[in-house]
T-cell receptor, first 115, second 113 residues
C-alpha cells in the first residue's frame, strides 16, 4: 500500500496523559498536513509542513499540541496533558508539488478518545 | 478570511436522478476550490478542483462542479445518482493568506434505491 499511513488507528487514553500519533506520507510528497475532525464537522486545519519546515500552525492549537517532521519524511503529532475536548479523529494528508492547488491524499486517521 | 459554506446537512436523492450538493465560498481574490468525498471507514478522497479556466469542472466517478463567480458558488453535480455515491461530501477552499485548505462542515448524501 503506497498511500498515506497513520498509526495507531485508535487510541484511548485517560485525561492528563500524553499521546503521540504518527503519519507516513506518500514517499515523494513534500507537503504534509494535520487536520482534526469531530462528528458532524469538516476537517479543521491544525498545521502543515513543507519538507521539514513547519510553515503554518492554527491559532486554535494550544501549546499542548506539537508536531514534527524530521528529515521531511514521517511526521508525529503529540498532545500533552490530554483533555476530553481533544477527543476527535486526527487526519494526516500529503501532497506533492510547489503549488497548494495540488490535491491532498488523506490517511484513514487516528481516532482519539480521552476518558 | 477565506471560508466555504455547505447549507445542507443532508441531501436525499433517488437512484438514477440528478444530484446537486451545494457550496458557496467567501474569498478575497481568485478562489481555488475543491470537492472531497468521505466514504464510511475510509479517508477523504479528492474528487475535483477549480483553479481557473472552464466554469464546468469534471472529476472522478462521473462528478462535475460548476463554478459561478457572480453567485460565489461551486455546486457539485452528477447527472444520474448511484447508490454507491452515498457518502459525506466536503467543499474546500485555499486560504490565500497561507497554504492551508479550509473545509466546509460537509453534506451527507443519501441515494435511495
Amino acid at each position: 500500500d503506497t498511500g498515506v499511513s497513520q498509526d495507531p488507528r485508535h487510541k484511548i487514553t485517560k485525561r492528563g496523559q500524553n499521546v503521540t500519533f504518527r503519519c507516513d506520507p506518500i514517499s515523494e510528497h513534500n507537503r504534509l498536513y494535520w487536520y482534526r475532525q469531530t462528528l458532524g464537522q469538516g476537517p479543521e486545519f491544525l498545521t502543515y509542513f513543507q519538507n521539514e519546515a513547519q510553515l503554518e500552525k492554527s491559532r486554535l492549537l494550544s501549546d499542548r499540541f506539537s508536531a514534527e517532521r524530521p528529515k521531511g519524511s514521517f511526521s508525529t503529532l503529540e498532545i500533552q496533558r490530554t483533555e476530553q475536548g481533544d477527543s476527535a479523529m486526527y487526519l494526516c494528508a500529503s501532497s506533492f508539488g510547489a503549488w497548494v492547488e495540488e490535491k491532498l491524499f488523506f490517511g484513514s486517521g487516528t481516532q482519539l478518545s480521552v476518558l | 478570511a477565506q471560508s466555504v459554506a455547505q447549507p445542507e446537512d443532508q441531501v436525499n436523492v433517488a437512484e438514477g436522478n440528478p444530484l446537486t450538493v451545494k457550496c458557496t465560498y467567501s474569498v478575497s481574490g481568485n478562489p481555488y476550490l475543491f470537492w472531497y468525498v468521505q466514504y464510511p471507514n475510509r479517508g477523504l478522497q479528492f474528487l475535483l478542483k477549480y483553479i481557473t479556466g472552464d466554469n464546468l469542472v469534471k472529476g472522478s466517478y462521473g462528478f462535475e462542479a460548476e463554478f459561478n463567480k457572480s453567485q460565489t458558488s461551486f455546486h457539485l453535480k452528477k447527472p444520474s445518482a448511484l447508490v454507491s455515491d452515498s457518502a459525506l461530501y466536503f467543499c474546500a477552499v485555499r486560504d490565500m493568506m497561507n497554504d492551508k485548505i479550509i473545509f466546509g462542515k460537509g453534506t451527507r448524501l443519501h441515494i435511495l434505491p
